[in-house]
């Protein structure tokens, strides 16, 4: 268990719907990040949160959106889904703004199936 | 942006052979991150790299981080079937950038 929790584990669900994506980041860790992993593909930054406050931005597209709320957690929306978005996502967490001293604690991600 | 490049992309070898795979990029980092990924799981974190000319080893894990600090590599010595999953490596930028993966299978 690396302390990064998401959930659902699994998702599947039509195109056109909407889902969000939850992800509880490691104790004491301020930084949230998402990343998306399509079949035998590379990890894709999607965005970053630092304490409740967007930090950065990657390929995200603009009918996903993400928050960062009080008690740290976060969470990805995702709507009018299509095929495509079918993927891996991932949520990291770390101490520090950057992530450079410790690098990221990935959580085991939430398999998201658009059908 | 900064990018990464991994090779090989994917590598079949024998149980009890030693692995090396190597990162590159057109950038200079300070920090080059080693993670492994098994089917189905987030990637972990095995070896961390912050002074070029670094050197660091994670049981049979070696990882060594490139003098000019554009590249890094990491060899894995008498691979076990365990070993198998997707190894990535990851520089820091503004955030960090990850490889496309070195895809390893263990042939018993």
């Known amino acids: 268990d690396s302390g990064v929790t998401q959930t659902p584990k699994h998702l599947i669900t039509a195109t056109g719907q909407r889902v969000t994506l939850r992800c509880s980041p490691r104790?004491?860790?301020?930084?949230v990040y998402w990343y998306q992993q399509s079949l035998d593909q590379g990890l894709q930054f999607l965005i970053q949160?630092?304490?409740?406050?967007?930090?950065a931005k990657g390929n995200i597209l603009e009918r996903f959106s993400a928050q960062q709320f009080p008690d740290l957690h976060s969470e990805l929306n995702l709507s009018s889904l299509e095929l495509g978005d079918s993927a891996l996502y991932f949520c990291?967490?770390?101490?520090?703004?950057?992530?450079?001293?410790?690098?990221?604690?990935f959580g085991s991600g939430t398999r998201l199936t658009v059908v | 942006g900064q990018q990464l490049n991994q090779s090989p992309q994917s590598m079949f070898i024998q149980e009890g052979e030693d692995v090396s795979m190597n990162c590159t990029s057109s950038s200079i980092f300070n920090t080059w991150l080693w993670y492994k990924q098994d089917p189905g799981e987030g990637p972990v974190l095995l070896i961390a790299?912050?002074?070029?000319?670094e050197l660091t080893s994670n049981g049979r894990l070696t990882a060594q981080f490139g003098i000019t600090r554009k590249d890094s590599f990491l060899n894995i010595s008498a691979s076990i079937p365990s070993d198998v999953g997707i190894y990535f490596c990851a520089g820091d930028g503004q955030n960090f950038v990850f490889g496309p993966g070195t895809r390893l299978s263990v042939l018993p």
């Open positions: 104790s004491g860790d301020l930084s």
């Open positions: 990291a967490s770390s101490v520090a703004f950057t992530g450079t001293d410790y690098g990221y604690t």
């Open positions: 949160y630092y304490n409740g406050e967007e930090r």
């Open positions: 790299l912050y002074k070029a000319g």
